[in-house]
């Protein structure tokens, strides 16, 4: 969860971060090893993915934001660091796998971390990641949160070349609509504002199943035309 987002009231129980933490789940598990690895966590916000993410190796967590990883538990963790993501000072080749969940579109010379993290990861290591989809959905939501941009699949095609695509695909189909309406109502709106909303707790839960559906497609490597998100799995080669 990005910690601004955590400021504006959201917790692990919304039904998007409840989501999402399974959709990462299943995408560490189409990579995972029979060993134990190293792990490194780019933009770790306030660490909602880190119980999941530590059960496939020893976790590295880096942010620039030092308030944010306060809010990491030590137990959960290797290390963690105040760090610049473009300009880490971990060795060449020491990870063997990366994860940047919503970070990418945080970073103005974006390709400058990708480029870093290629280098720190080893031959055949592995990169996954989400971001946030359709630049033409950029509004006051991505301007509180501070992004730089949104994402189609050829931008991170383009972004990722020195990578092989290992899966590559969108998530957040069946919200699509409603929350694209809402982003482009608010895209030349003045004021910066988190998108949140309390929802009643039947309501929540429907838009949770909804997304869990969405998972176990994916999990079957079904893919979806279109969303809000688009995540990627990519090996160093």
Known sequence: MDYKDYQAGATKDFFWHKAKIQLISILLNKVKSDKRVKILNVGVGIGDELPVVHKFGDLYVIDIDPKALELIPRELVFEKK???ACHMSYPDSFFDLAVAFDVLEHVENDIE???EIYRVLKPEGVFIFTVPAFNFLFSSHDRALKHFRRYDKRTIKNRLSMFKCIELGYWVFSLFLPV???????RKSSTHEV??????GIINNILYYLLMVENRLIKHRISLPVGTTIYGIYKKI
């Not at 694209?180 to 608010?186: D, E, H, P, T």
């Not at 998108?195 to 009643?200: E, I, K, Q």
């Open 180 to 186: 694209a309406a809402q982003r482009l109502l608010n």
């Open 82 to 84: 105040i760090c610049d």
């Open 195 to 200: 998108h949140f909303m309390r929802l009643p």
């Open 113 to 115: 971390l990708i480029n």
